[in-house]
């Protein structure tokens, strides 16, 4: 399973992070809570190797970690891939449209390559969707935190619930627990 994903800077679109930016996943998970503004209820804090952490939903569980980064899965097929480098690129932008061209997805489709605010991070969102047996949709928003940090945090789930209350509230709790390395 590929995934486009090591974001701004350190990857390729089918999700080949260079080694030297993977460590190997010896991360926890612990607490509960409520994300604050309408996003799921956080049922878990992951930290990962990495030094980043992460508020799960209900249901999200780690799975792995790969040369691409750590990946998650949660509930009716929805995924996550969290992605790290050391060498992130200066325009989020351009390097997703740079990754693009090597996309080796079935039945690809573009819907958007995007500047986003995230935090005051140089950030994009690449959403696509692509079909594996089913429809999926993915967003995968690359940010550079510093100089010498960068992440992605790549969601997917069925495109045919892409527009559910469930989705989106798991996206928001994702992208507003998620907390990188501190320098």
């Given at each position: 399973?590929?995934?486009?994903?090591?974001r701004?800077?350190?990857?390729?679109?089918?999700?080949e992070?260079?080694?030297a930016?993977s460590?190997?996943?010896?991360?926890?998970?612990?607490?509960?809570?409520?994300d604050?503004?309408?996003?799921?209820?956080?049922?878990?804090?992951?930290?990962?190797?990495?030094?980043?952490?992460?508020?799960?939903?209900a249901g999200?569980k780690?799975?792995?970690?790969?040369p691409?980064?750590?990946?998650f899965?949660?509930p009716?097929g929805?995924r996550?891939?969290?992605?790290?480098?050391?060498?992130?690129?200066?325009?989020?932008v351009?390097?997703w449209?740079?990754?693009e061209?090597?996309?080796k997805?079935?039945?690809?489709?573009?819907?958007?390559i995007?500047?986003?605010d995230y935090?005051?991070?140089?950030?994009?969102?690449?959403?696509?969707t692509?079909?594996?047996?089913?429809?999926?949709?993915?967003?995968?928003?690359?940010?550079k935190?510093?100089?010498h940090?960068?992440?992605a945090?790549?969601?997917?789930a069925?495109?045919a619930?892409?527009?559910?209350d469930?989705r989106?509230?798991?996206w928001k709790t994702?992208?507003?627990?998620?907390?990188?390395?501190?320098?």
């Open positions: 399973e590929d995934d486009p994903a090591t701004t800077g350190g990857g390729s679109a089918n999700g992070a260079s080694g930016d460590a190997s996943a010896s991360g926890s998970g612990s607490g509960a809570g409520k604050g503004d309408g996003g799921a209820a956080v049922a878990s804090t992951y930290r990962g190797a990495q030094g980043y952490s992460i508020g799960l939903p999200w780690y799975v792995s970690t790969d691409a980064g750590d990946r899965t949660g009716d929805q996550l891939l969290i992605a790290w480098t050391s060498t992130p690129k200066d325009d989020p351009a390097d449209t740079n990754q061209r090597a996309m997805r079935p039945q690809y489709q573009r819907i958007r995007e500047a986003v935090r005051g991070w140089k950030t994009a969102d690449w959403e696509f692509y079909v594996d047996g089913i429809k999926y949709r993915v967003i995968d928003r690359g940010f935190v510093n100089d940090l960068g992440h945090l790549m969601y997917t069925k495109d619930n892409w527009d559910s469930l989106k509230q798991t994702l992208t507003q627990t998620f907390r990188p390395k501190q320098a």
